[in-house]
Each structure stands twice: as C-alpha cells, then as structure tokens.
C-alpha cells in the first residue's frame, strides 16, 4: 500500500481535459515539493511536474501540476492518444526518510 | 546531452546476487546523485534508495536495507546496484535515475528475472 494516494484509473476522450489526484500527509505532500512522472511500461519515466508545478523544458504546457495541503494533482488538457500511459506522483517523506511514489494512475484514452 | 546507459538483462536464481550499472555521459558525474528504482510487474515505480554524489552517504529504502548495496565508481562514470539474497519477487526492472530529486534523467532500465 502506497503512502501517497492516487485512483489507480482515469480515463478522457481527445481534447477532455482530465485531472489526477494524489493524496498524502503532513510528513510528505504536506511538507515537501511534488514531482509527477508519466510511465509506459519498457520505457525511461518522464519527469512532467517538478516542484509542484514545474514543467521542465519539452514538456507541454498541457501538462500542469498543483498542491494544496496534503494534496496535489496533475492535470492534462487537450487529452492526446499518446497521453496514454501510467502517471506517478511523487515526493520526498520525513517520517520514512525516503523517496515515496503513489500507487499510479492508468490514464486511458478513448 | 545527459544520458544514463544500464547493463543489460540478468536472469538470477533464488538466493543469488545481482548487480547492476549505469554509466553516465553529458554531464559532471560527481556534482549529482544517482537514485535507484524499480517496477515489478504489476507493481508500481518503488524507490530503493540513493547514493549521493560524493558516496560519502548512502539512504536506502526500509525495505532493502541489508541487503541492497549502491557505490559509484566516478573514474569511469558509472554507479552500481548490488541486490542479494534474491526471491522471485525481486523480478522486475531496475532503473538508475539522476538526483537529487526531482530525478530529471532515467537509464532505460534493466529488467532482473529470478527463476529457478
């Protein structure tokens, strides 16, 4: 069971705009910047998000990244085809000293 | 431009060592972290720890200590994971991932079967 909450499926059709959640605590979201990654199975992760709401350079500005509380959340507008993989939040946390990922969100496109 | 190259694919017996590398090109080696982290199948992304830039400290995940080893060797760029005493529930891809967080650059990965 993973530290950081997040729906394990989201789905959008072309152009939707869609919205991940991730859920933590006060040790970890709370305290400490977010980073989300985008991951296909049998490839490198991507980091999309950093610090929150970050995006490093490539990344399309459709990507965009918030936090609030103990909470963040990723959201993706103008859904693309090629958005269609497994999206992981992720932030450092003090309680376990130690890099903690959510469980991932399989974001399928229809 | 940065990049992480890892070793190829290991197929291990249970109770077996493995160990994994990831060479570094395009960047300082020494100036950054390397991280670790790993998906089994079915699984999702797990960090395993992190050995920092001037391998004075390294922070390994609960679940590894004792038996997860990372070290670096900064005269050929290249960083090393060394995991024992494996089951087959340690099967799965190994990545190596440029720190401190945010982790801005992956190896391709480095898949880790145990079968006996």
């Known amino acids: 069971q993973s530290v950081l909450t997040q729906p394990p499926a989201a789905s959008g059709t072309p152009g939707q705009r869609v919205t991940i959640s991730c859920s933590g605590g006060s040790s970890n979201v709370g305290t400490k910047p977010v980073s989300w990654f985008q991951y296909v199975p049998g490839t490198a992760p991507k980091l999309l998000i950093y610090s929150n709401n970050q995006r490093p350079s490539g990344v399309p500005d459709r990507f965009s990244g918030s936090k609030s509380g103990t909470s963040a959340s990723l959201a993706i507008s103008g859904l693309q085809s090629e958005d269609e993989a497994d999206y992981y939040c992720a932030a450092w946390d003090d309680s376990l000293n130690g890099f903690v990922f959510g469980g991932g969100t399989k974001l399928t496109v229809l | 431009q940065v990049q992480l190259v890892q070793s190829g694919a290991e197929v291990k017996k249970p109770g077996a060592s493995v160990k994994v590398s990831c060479k570094a090109s395009g960047y300082t080696f020494h100036y950054y972290d390397i991280n670790w982290v790993r998906q089994a199948a079915g699984q999702g992304l797990e960090w395993m720890g992190w050995?920092?830039?001037?391998?004075?400290?390294?922070v390994y995940a609960q679940k590894f200590q004792g038996r997860v080893t990372m070290t670096r060797n900064i005269s050929i760029n290249t960083a090393y994971m060394e995991l024992s005493s494996l089951t087959f529930e340690d099967t799965a891809v190994y990545f190596c991932a440029r720190g401190p967080p945010p982790f801005d650059y992956w190896g391709q990965g480095t898949v880790v079967s145990v079968s006996s």
């Open positions: 050995e920092n830039r001037d391998s004075e400290n390294t």
